[in-house]
Every structure is written in structure tokens, then in C-alpha cells.
């Protein structure tokens, strides 16, 4: 057997692999304690590039728009002021979005707390008479439940005792809290700057790295890397868009049925269940049980045939608006969206299950083109 050069790098190459993957099972703790430092310490910057990439979806027709408003007019001004306006505009939107969902439902927790704090005696009154008429019917054939026995003082006193134990635990909590928001909010503000530094020199950007890809890859790397690149690209434009266009005739479709049926806090629910179907799978779940609580405060019985009207909009939108609004985006079978979702909420919590459906779909992508050259026919 001839030993030659290309050989004994894909040998050096699999023992370093291989050597690698043995570390990391062994000292997995140590690993994980690394990437998450760097995760920590890149973190703006990663939240920056996610920035830029929702806005750039937002961004790109707005040029084209720009182009074709302005496509007679060849002064210099419209070139130069093209890219500042189209971007200020997507993160007006993009903030304006935001802000609607946050101030809307932010009065309703607060209106919902103090409305809960009033009615509570008076609820855990009823539930004690339906207990015990419960009890007393049971009683009769035998069966016995547990005295319902509830003493608003006593659990006001034991509240207070366990205030003044745990006050200095619930200090340091409400400290640490702090200290996450602002470093949170610090985060978002350095993202965002970051994002617009890379919208505003994106293309050439995009040249630089092709160049640095080129100057250490092989040609047939170098293609297969960039075509990889545009695969992802293309799938999770799609899906930001179609997620998009999903939550607003979703959110549209609800505000309708809950105007028809005079259900209460129809916009703002109406807001709040566009906003959570970003969420694939789950993010109706949340919006249904949200948009419920707040009725149930207000109208219980109207509570119930919203979770009603919600089963059956969410079949009309999970069979004919999804599969032809986002489903063929992304080209992920349903089971597959699902895995996705559960192993990405698992592994990296609520960005996981907003990335995991893209990612699954570049992954199957690739796959489905990998199986299909290997199943082709050679000549």
C-alpha cells in the first residue's frame, strides 16, 4: 500500500478528532464551563448577527422598494441615503413590534394581579361551598374527601413569617435579578449597534470572508462551503418570513373571532397569540393559556369558550395556513418540526426552539441531497 501526503493528513486528522472527542466525554463538565464562558463573553456579538439577520429580512424588500420608487432618479443622494433609510425603518418596526406587545401586556398584568388580589376571598369561598357539596354528596355512597379548610389569616400570617426568614434570600434574589436585566439590557444595546455596523457594510463583508474562505480551502471546499451557506441563508429567510406572515393572520383571524364573539381584551390577546406563534408547536399552548387567564379574571365561563375557539382556529391554522405559509418554506415534515422543537427547547431553552426548526431543515436538506447522490445511478 502506497503511503502518500493526502493519507497522512486524513490519519493525523481522524487520531486529533478522535483524541478531541475522547477530552471532551471525559472533562465534559470542564468543556461545557469553557463554551459557556465564550458563549458569555461573545454573546452581544452573537445576539448582534441575530439582529442583523431579522432585520436584513425586513430590510431587503424595503431597498427594492426604494429602487423601484426611485429607479428615474439618478442623483447620488438616493444611493447614499438608500441603506441608512431602509435600515432605520426596519428597526422602527422591528422596535415598534416590540414595544406594542410589551406595553399592552404589561397594564393587563398589572390590572390582572390586582384584580386577582380582590377576588381571591371571595373565589376561595366559592370553591369551599363547591368542595364541600362535593363531600357531602360522596359521603353518601361511601367515599370520603378531606375537609376543604382554609384560613385566609393563617396563610397570611405564615406568608409574613416566611417573608422576614427568607428576607434576606429574597434581597439577593431580587439583586441577582436586577443585575441579569441590566446585563441583559446591555446585551441588547450593544446587539443592536453591532447589527447595524454589519448591515452597513454587509457586502463587503461578505467579500472579506469569501476571501479569507478562499485563502485556506481547497476550491471544492471553498463551493461546497458557500453553496452550505446559502442554504442556510435561503431556509431561515423563509422561515422568518413565513413565521412573520403566519403570526399577523393568526393574530387577525383571533381579534376577528373574539370581536364576533365579544370576548374581552380581544387586542391585546389577539396580540399576545400572534406574538407566541413565533413559538413553533408550543407557542400556541402559551398564548391559549395566557389569553385564558386573563378572560378567566373577568368572564370564566367566556374563559372556557375561548380555549374552545382557540382548538378550532389553531386546527384551521395548523392545517391550512401553516403547511402553506411555512411548511413549504422550510420543507421539514411535521415530526420532525415537532423532535426539533423538543430537542432544541431541551438543550438551549426558548432560542433553541426559535432556531431548532431552520437548523432541522438545512440538516435535512443536506441529508436528502447526500442520500439522493448516493442512490443515483452512476453511469
Sequence with gaps: MNINKDMVKKA????SVSLLLYFGLNHFDKV???IAGLLKVFSPFLLGLCFAFVINVLMRPLEKCWDKLFAKCKKSWVTKVKRPICMLLSIVV??????????????QIEQTVARIVDVFPSYMAKIEVWWNGIRATLESYSITLPQFDLNLDELAQWLSGLLSEKGDAFVNTTVNITTSIITVVFNVVLGLVFSIYVLAQKEKLGVQCRRVISAYLPRRRVDRLLEILALTSSTFTKFVTGQLTEAVIIGCLCFIGMSIFRMPYAPMISVLIGFTALIPVYGSFIGTGLGAFFILMVEPMKALWFIVFIIVLQQVEGNLIYPKVV????GLPGIWVLMAVTIGGSLFGFLGMLISVPVSSVLYSLLRQSVNSRLTPRP
Design 94 to 107: 422591528m422596535l415598534g413590534v416590540v414595544f406594542i406587545v410589551v406595553f399592552m401586556l404589561i397594564p
Design 12 to 15: 493525523l486528522l481522524i487520531i
Design 32 to 34: 461545557s464551563d469553557v
Design 327 to 330: 411548511g413549504k418554506s422550510v
